[in-house]
């Protein structure tokens, strides 16, 4: 499609979707060094710091347009990777918190440190499972799943997924069984 004056409607949105390009570089490359500074200062993380600059600029880049002085561009972004930073240390205060209440309400007894020998012998073991018997096993046991549950992902009874399990179990004493008599 052409305009009254020949230019190709096609090449005009090409050449505006560039020019649009380039300036979001220019701005990139004006503001993202001291953003990332910063950014490190507040985490002192680097990767984490440039992970928070690149989220900053997608979400301050995303409403320039709409910014009440867009020529306050760098103090939005840096109060955008200020809230950010501080955003990601409330998760980590929230997750720590989460698994402290875990650590202490279960309180396991001491364990032994895993026997990799066996570990690898019950890997080894599970992979010679026929592979009903190995996914109705590793959803029972592994992703602890109920029966039913079981059978919707197999797309079988529950009481098929009983017999699969109870079939794959008795395989893999047997297996371990014979290993341990070696």
């Given at each position: 499609?052409?305009?009254?004056?020949?230019?190709?409607?096609?090449?005009?949105?090409?050449?505006?979707?560039s020019?649009r390009?380039?300036?979001?570089?220019?701005?990139?490359g004006?503001y993202?060094?001291?953003?990332?500074?910063?950014?490190?200062?507040?985490?002192?993380?680097?990767?984490?710091?440039?992970?928070?600059?690149?989220?900053?600029?997608?979400?301050?880049?995303?409403?320039?347009?709409?910014?009440?002085?867009?020529?306050?561009?760098?103090a939005?972004?840096?109060?955008?990777?200020?809230?950010?930073?501080?955003?990601?240390?409330r998760?980590?205060?929230?997750?720590?918190?989460?698994?402290?209440?875990e650590r202490?309400?279960?309180?396991p007894?001491?364990?032994a440190?895993?026997?990799?020998?066996e570990?690898?012998?019950?890997?080894?073991?599970?992979?010679?499972?026929?592979?009903?018997?190995?996914?109705?096993?590793?959803?029972?046991?592994?992703e602890?799943?109920?029966?039913?549950?079981v059978?919707?992902?197999?797309?079988?009874?529950?009481?098929?997924?009983?017999?699969l399990?109870?079939r794959?179990?008795?395989?893999?004493?047997?297996?371990?069984?014979?290993?341990?008599?070696?």
């Amino acid at each position: 499609m052409q305009t009254m004056d020949g230019a190709d409607v096609g090449d005009a949105v090409e050449a505006d979707r560039s020019a649009r390009a380039a300036a979001l570089a220019d701005l990139y490359g004006a503001y993202a060094p001291e953003a990332i500074r910063l950014a490190y200062l507040l985490t002192g993380d680097r990767f984490l710091a440039e992970d928070l600059v690149q989220d900053a600029f997608v979400r301050v880049t995303g409403r320039f347009q709409h910014l009440r002085k867009p020529e306050s561009f760098e103090a939005y972004l840096r109060r955008t990777v200020v809230n950010l930073s501080r955003n990601h240390w409330r998760r980590r205060l929230v997750e720590r918190k989460y698994l402290v209440r875990e650590r202490s309400s279960k309180a396991p007894e001491w364990t032994a440190p895993p026997n990799t020998e066996e570990q690898d012998a019950l890997w080894t073991a599970l992979q010679r499972l026929p592979h009903r018997q190995r996914a109705a096993v590793a959803l029972r046991y592994y992703e602890d799943l109920s029966e039913q549950q079981v059978a919707d992902v197999l797309g079988c009874s529950a009481q098929a997924v009983k017999s699969l399990v109870a079939r794959g179990m008795e395989s893999l004493r047997a297996q371990i069984e014979t290993r341990n008599d070696d």
